[in-house]
């Protein structure tokens, strides 16, 4: 997150000002850590992620928006992907992906 805030701003500050600038607050980060981020290869999660996240938004189109993150996780196990329930709702939820409500049963 720090060094995607950095990217959007470098242009403008320069990366040296912009980690002075943030030394001061919570979020430090050293200017060679924001050069090895940038140079070193996506990780396995982020890569996994990312077929995932693809297999998850084809599903949710499928299931007109309908499942939600338990029916979805069983979907996806049923097309081959094994991931945990838990992973399946870290990544609904990190792009905003929610299940119909449906009608109220009383």
């Known amino acids: 997150m720090?060094?995607?805030f950095i990217d959007r701003h470098k242009d403008e500050h320069g990366v040296q000002l912009i980690c002075d600038a943030l030394a001061e607050t919570s979020a430090a980060i050293a200017p060679s850590s924001y050069y090895a981020a940038?140079?070193?290869p996506p990780s396995a999660?982020?890569?996994?992620?990312?077929?995932l996240m693809a297999a998850i938004t084809t599903m949710?189109?499928?299931?007109?928006?309908?499942?939600?993150?338990r029916k979805m996780w069983k979907e996806i196990g049923r097309a081959g992907h094994q991931v945990a329930r838990c992973t399946v709702e870290r990544l609904m939820r990190a792009e905003g992906l929610k299940g119909s409500n449906g009608p109220s049963r009383r």
């Open 2 to 4: 720090k060094v995607d």
């Open 38 to 40: 940038e140079s070193r």
């Open 45 to 51: 999660r982020s890569l996994r992620d990312a077929e």
């Open 60 to 69: 949710c189109k499928e299931s007109y928006h309908v499942y939600g993150a």
